[in-house]
């Protein structure tokens, strides 16, 4: 059985900054790319960051690029996304997922497996 465990969420004032945790299990951890997508209220899941199988490859939306940094520890079966200078337009649910076949997709309809997500909120 798959899963895919968000942590590191809170409420955080606008600057500051957050790690998010994404433990996997029940998969060939390297086997997979990972992406972190969110969800705000009344909006459609966006894409945020992804990474691919070997770690060597990242891919941020325009709107985190700079500010976010996704990483990988595939001796840990675990993804990070480290968000600094965080502003009120970040607050929502993040989702961590894994890809198959490793490239690191920007769209959600590739992603097999995902997380239950963790509330993050920037207060201004």
């Known amino acids: 059985q798959v899963q895919l465990v968000e942590s590191g969420g809170g409420l955080v004032q606008a600057g500051g900054s957050l790690r998010l945790s994404c433990a996997a299990s029940?998969?060939?951890?390297?086997?997979?790319?990972m992406g972190w997508f969110r969800q705000a209220p009344g909006n459609e899941r966006e894409f945020v960051a992804s990474v691919r199988w070997t770690g060597g490859a990242e891919y941020y939306s325009d709107s985190v690029k700079g500010r976010f940094t996704i990483s990988r520890d595939n001796a840990r079966n675990t993804a990070y996304l480290q968000m600094n200078s965080l502003k009120p337009e970040d607050t929502a649910v993040y989702y961590c997922?894994?890809?198959?076949?490793?490239?690191?997709?920007?769209?959600?309809?590739?992603?097999?497996?995902w997380g239950q997500g963790t509330q993050v909120t920037v207060s201004s």
């Open positions: 997922a894994a890809e198959a076949g490793g490239y690191g997709s920007i769209r959600s309809m590739d992603y097999t497996y």
């Open positions: 029940g998969l060939t951890f390297s086997d997979y790319a």
